[in-house]
């Protein structure tokens, strides 16, 4: 390992798998004051060199053990298919105080694979940014700014592992977010994966078309934009396509599903019905704007009792996750395994918090909203 002399504030963070996403954490986290060393390590030495170079990380190490054994945070950045057992290393090799976490788009097979004690301490991750551009040469510290963050915990967490990995994203600019991790590979099926299998297939279409060059340059904005993730890197979506292979199986059905409906009604010649699917999508767009448009609001918390059992507080986050509640901070306060704990969570907007104690008291808490003072 070659050492950074500085002297270095906040908690130790690895990395496995320092390319893009992982060079831009360790460059926000650097950046932010969010750690101190950032300890890098990948099966390339030249890519350690150039993430070094970049400061992206302040120490390479030889081994993931030895990036992991000094670390209170860790980040599994490679592959799909690699990193059950990178997470599995990682788990072993971290200081038992220590949270691992990963960032792919991926999470149901990992979760199935991970023990209850492995779940304690583990939290899966999948930021939902990224570039066209791969390698940590790319790597910028803004990458993760304003970008949602889905945590998929597990039903054993502890949640003082969620509430610090939570507060590290929050200080490097992302927004987390809790889901259920088999509703992640549900709704990135549907999201991300199944539009990467649309637009390649629509590229290939229009690249095989007979007018062949002349109709990709005649290509309108709309074409360009539905294509844009054509051809993204074969090897990394083979590995998410196979991984999340029976959610994307079900996603593409029932989008054959809908094509047939489109393609049976102009083979009918019937306009109304035509005319019906077209608003019914406008009708969808336009709410999806306005929900996803949050108005200035003043903060406000949220508390709530909770027991010291497991999947308590896996199940309010996923609970208020699924609800499109953004949380913008939280706490836990635990007091023994008798009484359990106090959660404290705070939102933007009292009809926002309104809706939150809600949610919570129809599962059966009773959570008190209030105003923070400025």
Same mark, same amino acid.
């Given at each position: 390992?070659?050492?950074?002399?500085?002297?270095?504030?906040?908690?130790?963070?690895?990395?496995?798998?320092?390319?893009l996403?992982g060079?831009?954490?360790?460059?926000?986290?650097?950046?932010?004051?969010?750690?101190?060393?950032?300890? %890098?390590?990948?099966?390339?030495?030249?890519?350690?060199?150039?993430?070094?170079?970049?400061?992206? +990380?302040? /120490?390479?190490?030889?081994?993931?053990?030895?990036?992991?054994?000094?670390?209170?945070?860790?980040?599994?950045?490679?592959?799909?298919?690699? +990193?059950?057992?990178?997470?599995?290393?990682?788990?072993? /090799?971290?200081?038992?105080h220590?949270?691992?976490?990963?960032?792919?788009?991926?999470? %149901?097979?990992?979760m199935?694979?991970?023990?209850?004690?492995?779940?304690?301490?583990?939290?899966?991750?999948?930021?939902?940014?990224?570039?066209?551009?791969?390698?940590?040469?790319?790597?910028?510290a803004?990458?993760?700014?304003?970008?949602?963050?889905?945590?998929?915990?597990g039903?054993?967490?502890d949640?003082?592992?969620?509430?610090?990995?939570?507060?590290?994203?929050?200080e490097?600019?992302?927004?987390?977010v809790?889901?259920?991790?088999?509703?992640?590979?549900?709704? =990135?099926?549907?999201?991300?994966h199944?539009?990467?299998?649309?637009? !390649?297939?629509?590229m290939?279409?229009? %690249?095989?078309?007979? %007018?062949?060059?002349d109709?990709?340059?005649?290509?309108?904005?709309?074409?360009?934009? =539905?294509?844009?993730?054509?051809?993204? !890197?074969?090897?990394?979506?083979?590995? +998410?396509?196979?991984? !999340?292979?029976?959610?994307?199986?079900?996603?593409?059905?029932?989008?054959?599903?809908?094509l047939?409906?489109?393609?049976?009604?102009?083979?009918?010649?019937?306009?109304?019905?035509?005319?019906?699917?077209?608003?019914?999508?406008?009708?969808h767009r336009?709410?999806l704007l306005?929900?996803?448009?949050?108005?200035?609001?003043d903060?406000?918390?949220?508390?709530?009792?909770?027991?010291?059992?497991?999947?308590?507080?896996?199940?309010?986050?996923?609970?208020?996750?699924?609800?499109?509640? !953004?949380?913008?901070?939280?706490?836990?306060?635990?007091?023994?395994?008798?009484?359990?704990?106090?959660?404290?969570?705070?939102?933007?907007?009292?009809?926002?918090s309104r809706?939150?104690?809600?949610?919570?008291?129809?599962?059966?808490y009773?959570?008190?909203?209030?105003?923070?003072?400025?």
């Open positions: 390992m070659s050492d950074d002399v500085r002297p270095q504030a906040g908690p130790t963070i690895a990395i496995i798998g320092v390319g996403m060079g831009s954490l360790g460059l926000a986290a650097r950046g932010r004051g969010a750690a101190g060393r950032v300890l %890098g390590f990948s099966r390339s030495s030249e890519t350690l060199a150039t993430a070094l170079e970049l400061g992206a +990380i302040t /120490a390479s190490c030889a081994t993931l053990e030895d990036a992991c054994r000094d670390a209170d945070l860790v980040f599994v950045a490679t592959p799909v298919r690699l +990193i059950p057992q990178h997470v599995h290393a990682a788990l072993a /090799a971290a200081p038992e220590a949270v691992v976490t990963d960032m792919g788009s991926t999470k %149901g097979r990992l199935t694979e991970l023990t209850r004690q492995e779940q304690r301490r583990f939290v899966g991750g999948h930021p939902l940014c990224g570039a066209e551009t791969a390698g940590v040469i790319h790597a910028t803004s990458l993760y700014r304003g970008a949602t963050y889905f945590l998929t915990p039903a054993h967490v949640p003082g592992a969620v509430q610090r990995l939570f507060g590290f994203l929050t490097i600019g992302a927004r987390p809790a889901v259920d991790p088999f509703e992640h590979d549900r709704l =990135m099926a549907l999201l991300s199944l539009p990467h299998v649309i637009a !390649n297939a629509l290939t279409q229009a %690249g095989e078309h007979r %007018g062949g060059r109709a990709l340059v005649s290509a309108g904005p709309s074409f360009r934009d =539905m294509t844009r993730v054509a051809g993204a !890197n074969p090897r990394i979506w083979t590995d +998410i396509f196979a991984e !999340n292979r029976e959610a994307l199986l079900a996603s593409l059905r029932e989008f054959r599903a809908r047939e409906e489109v393609t049976a009604a102009i083979e009918a010649a019937d306009e109304d019905r035509v005319a019906a699917t077209i608003a019914r999508a406008a009708d336009t709410r306005e929900e996803s448009s949050l108005p200035p609001a903060l406000f918390r949220l508390t709530v009792r909770i027991p010291d059992r497991p999947g308590v507080y896996r199940d309010i986050m996923v609970a208020l996750g699924d609800a499109g509640i !953004n949380i913008e901070d939280l706490s836990m306060h635990h007091e023994s395994a008798e009484l359990g704990g106090v959660l404290a969570v705070y939102l933007l907007g009292e009809a926002v809706r939150a104690a809600d949610l919570l008291a129809d599962l059966g009773e959570p008190v909203v209030g105003r923070v003072a400025g």
